[in-house]
């Protein structure tokens, strides 16, 4: 027995058909696959714009953290493009995302507080500069050089060839020891190193 609404039909293309319609599927699938295509798009255009980015900046002789920080900003901005016109396509307007992000916000961010944290952290390590790649630095035990800043850790390597993964949230509380920014203390006047002498020479 055809269910209701159906045209009252015996062929069954044509009652596929309407029922098809009737339920814009057709509407539906086309949403998603254009929506997938930006999604995939806007995802190889942020990569690629921060590869090219980097080459490019590479030959200027650039600061490797400045590099680094303003590729990954360019990223993110092309991916939260992506997103928005994704969510547009689809029929999500922005407004009912900013305001479900607002309700869920506390429990999120109450989830992922530790990815937050080593995510801001590696961004005031990129843009305060502390330490920069290929520098030597120590951290509580481990001791090596700077090879990556990552989203939520600090790659650095050590004299042994061990790679060593620091989270960002530890070198933004701990105390860094850059071993690369070493000064040699300044040398006395001549004349404060006499009087020195002398002063432990009447001493005897």
Known sequence: M???????TSQPEQVLLNWW?????VDVVSALARALLVAVLAWQVARLARY???????????????????????????VGVGVATVLDIV?????????????????????VQDILKNFFSGL???????FRLGEE?????FRGVVEHVDYRTTMIRTEENIQVLNPNALLFAEIVLNR???????????????????ARAAGE
């Open 2 to 8: 055809p269910f209701a609404g159906w045209p009252q």
């Open 21 to 25: 319609s009737q339920y814009e599927w």
């Open 52 to 78: 090219s980015f980097d080459r490019a900046t590479l030959r200027s002789g650039a600061d490797a953290n400045i590099r680094l920080l303003v590729g990954r900003v360019l990223f993110l901005i092309i």
């Open 91 to 111: 029929g999500i307007p922005l407004s009912a995302v900013v305001t479900l992000m607002g309700v869920a916000g506390i429990a999120v961010g109450l989830a």
């Open 124 to 130: 005031y390590l990129l843009f305060e500069r502390p």
């Open 137 to 141: 630095i120590q951290v509580k035990d």
């Open 180 to 198: 690369s920014d070493f000064r040699p203390l300044p040398k006395p006047p001549a004349d404060q190193a006499e009087g020195g002498e002398r």
